[in-house]
């Protein structure tokens, strides 16, 4: 099975199951599980945080750091193709009562601050109060530039707002800056990192913050339900994914490039125009190519990606190789030659 469609296709290796099946566990809703609290020790001290949590999903982690920064009748400010917008059932409005206030993102993944500025609602009762900006980084598989990012931290202060970073694909933008994690996290109130995309983690997310702002949040995870008993199964297996699959990721990145040069160079398929910075490849497909019936006809042979309306959408990760690559892209030549 060569699966393209997601970095969270990824299955846990020899070593990770070992290491899950020799967790020390105990009860995490008392905070007595010994490989969850070692997890979010170390993860707090190694990304320049006071605390953290773990969660039973991104799209979880990101719920409770909206809800434990604004309260009900505020909004944060995010791009239109942001997670948190778009992508989390409205999870931050129907179980929070708080507001997003999407703006467009630029190509490159950014959100201009003159559009950001201009949405920030006056002190009136008749608006919402603007509490927070929610940023992304990779998006798209677009890394924002740390300029960017400094800038937002000086965009925020000015603005009295809080800063948040669905980092849920963190790690893939600071291998790609060669930079380490924390010229990312530096800038940030919290912060989200996925254990189980490109790390290679089987569940999993963590959310970074204060001391005070995660107390607020193991409330909240409580409240929708991600109280977990003996998560240390899970936690190991995400500790492991942070201190071993990260330094490989820039191999993820470089098959992605292989990948979209070469499915670029088969006629009909348009890569040129979505350049790829870490393990997103985007082709855009010609009106004589039937994308999806190819997609249909390479699932018949264990080859699956996801095919959208006249493009699609090929993700690499640790359970892709180069050969595999080969495989997909001669099987495509075949089917339009
Ligand atoms: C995948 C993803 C999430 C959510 O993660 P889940 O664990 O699937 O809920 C959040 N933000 C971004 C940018 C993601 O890519």
């Known amino acids: 099975m060569l699966d393209f469609r997601s970095d969270t296709v990824t299955k846990p290796c020899n070593r990770m199951r070992k290491l ?48 434990s920064h604004c309260e009900r009748g505020d909004e944060y400010l995010c791009g239109q193709q942001a997670h948190n917008y778009k992508y989390e059932a409205g999870g931050a409005a129907v179980l929070g009562s708080v507001q997003p206030q999407p703006i467009e993102n630029d190509k490159n993944g950014t959100l201009p601050f003159d559009k950001l500025a201009a949405a920030i609602k006056p002190e009136d009762l008749h608006f919402a109060r603007t509490k927070l900006l929610s940023l992304e980084n990779t998006i798209g598989g677009k890394v924002l530039p740390l300029e ?25 933008a600071a291998v790609e800056l060669r930079v380490d994690i924390t010229e990312i996290s530096k800038h940030f109130d919290s912060m989200t990192i996925c254990l189980s995309k490109g790390l290679g983690a089987p569940v999993g997310s963590l959310l970074l913050g204060d001391t005070a702002f995660i107390a607020r949040a193991r409330r909240l995870r409580k409240m929708v339900g991600g109280g977990m008993r003996q998560a240390g199964i899970l936690a190991v297996a995400g500790k492991m994914a942070l201190t071993e699959n990260v330094d490989r990721l820039a191999e993820d990145h470089s ?30 497909v010609a009106d004589h190519i039937d994308i999806k019936a190819i997609a249909n006809q390479l699932k018949e042979e264990g080859i699956l990606f996801s095919p959208a309306h006249k493009c699609m959408r090929l993700v690499t990760h640790k359970d892709i190789s180069r050969e595999d690559i080969d495989t997909f892209l001669q099987r495509v030549e075949s089917l339009v030659g």
Do not use: C
């Not at 566990?25 to 997890?39: A, C, E, K, T, W």
């Open 148 to 172: 960017y990012l400094a800038k937002a931290r000086q965009f925020v202060d000015q603005h009295n707002l809080l800063l948040h970073l669905d980092g849920a694909r963190a790690y893939n």
């Open 255 to 284: 098959n992605a490039r292989y990948l979209s040069e070469q499915l670029g160079a088969i006629p009909g398929f348009n890569t040129f125009i979505y350049p790829v910075q870490t393990n997103l490849v985007y082709a855009d």
């Open 20 to 67: 899950m099946a020799e967790a020390p566990v105990g009860d995490d809703v008392y905070q007595d599980d010994p490989s969850v609290n070692d997890l979010e020790a170390w993860a707090a001290d190694r990304h320049g945080f006071e605390a953290a949590l773990f969660t039973a999903s991104g799209t979880q982690a990101n719920l409770l750091a909206i809800l």
